[in-house]
């Protein structure tokens, strides 16, 4: 379930992965059949996030609470479920299974919130900003005179990096709301 989009279009993703760490290599959800509570466009179906094409997507309409869910088929184990998100992406949202289709069980709520990017240089914190698109547009639309005092940064920083965990399941469906 998409609880909430980080951007003002709905959500969007290129693909939905669902592995086992006893097989990592396999995905659970490649060619199984999905639905979704909308679309945005009829070119961006759900089956879209489960086809193995790295040019195709699922979208939904421009709302929170939208979701998208895989019949994987049969009761499995998985304990990794990897979304790519296009850049219309799902601030938060729940990871639901299910034995039926019908009645959903909660088993990861994940942030997607940013986290602002905090940078010390020679022990003095440096202010980081950007839009909605980061650094990069940021560089973009700095005049050119500032740029070498706005960038200039001590060699030896190096970003913090975050990582997430999933949740183990034993269902036979997955179903994920933006």
């Given amino acids: ?8 279009w709905g959500s969007s993703m290129w693909n939905l992965t669902v ?16 639905t979704a509570s909308s679309v945005d466009d ?24 939208q979701w998208i869910q895989v019949d994987l088929g049969s009761s499995v184990s998985f304990d990794r479920v990897v979304i790519l998100w296009e850049q219309a992406y799902a601030k938060t949202y729940t990871l639901q299974v299910s034995d039926d289709g019908d009645s959903w069980r909660d088993v ?5 919130s940013p986290v602002p990017l905090k940078i010390s240089v020679n022990g003095v914190r ?3 900003r950007g839009g909605n698109w980061g650094w990069d547009e940021l560089l973009r639309r700095m005049p050119a005179e500032r740029m070498d005092t ?29």
């Fill in 126 to 128: 440096v202010f980081c």
């Fill in 150 to 178: 706005a960038v200039r940064m001590h060699p030896a920083i190096s970003p913090a990096r975050s990582t997430s965990r999933s949740s183990r399941s034993t269902r036979s469906t997955t179903r994920r709301h933006s």
């Fill in 19 to 34: 592995s086992d760490s006893s097989a990592p290599d396999t995905d659970l959800a490649l060619r199984k059949k999905a």
């Fill in 42 to 65: 009829a070119a961006n179906q759900p089956g879209n996030a489960t086809d193995g094409d790295a040019g195709t997507r699922w979208s939904s309409v421009f709302e929170d609470d």
């Fill in 1 to 8: 379930m998409c609880r909430t989009r980080a951007t003002s």
């Fill in 108 to 112: 990861k709520s994940v942030d997607n």
